[in-house]
Nanobody, 121 residues
């Protein structure tokens, strides 16, 4: 059974930094794209940043220059370094991984349970 486990959320003052981690465990062939999403109360879940297996990245405009996504393929882990945090960044952050399972090598998206990030003003 594949699981994604996030960590690193918490309470931080505006202007501060946090680093989120998301590790995949279980039996699978490989991990393709990975991404971070967030969902604030009363709002839809939105893409924050994504990274391909080769390391290409993309970011939502509202985090460009402040957040950095990276991954360690040997550890099956994706990270989100968040800097210059703002109160509007407050949300539950979720990681998603496109995982290629063993034969017949079908791909499926898995989600983590979410980690709360709260930025105080």
């Amino acid at each position: 059974q594949v699981q994604l486990v996030e960590s690193g959320g918490g309470l931080v003052q505006a202007g501060g930094s946090l680093r989120l981690s998301c590790a995949a465990s279980g039996s699978f062939y490989s991990i393709n794209a990975m991404a971070w999403y967030r969902q604030a109360p009363g709002k839809q879940r939105e893409l924050v940043a994504g990274i391909t297996s080769g390391g290409s990245t993309n970011y939502a405009d509202f985090v460009k220059g402040r957040f950095t996504i990276s991954r360690d393929n040997a550890k099956n882990t994706v990270y989100l370094q968040m800097s210059s945090l703002k109160p509007e960044d407050t949300a539950v952050y979720y990681c998603k991984a496109a995982i290629l399972r063993h034969w017949p090598y079908t791909e499926r998206d898995y989600w983590g349970q979410g980690t709360q990030v709260t930025v105080s003003s």
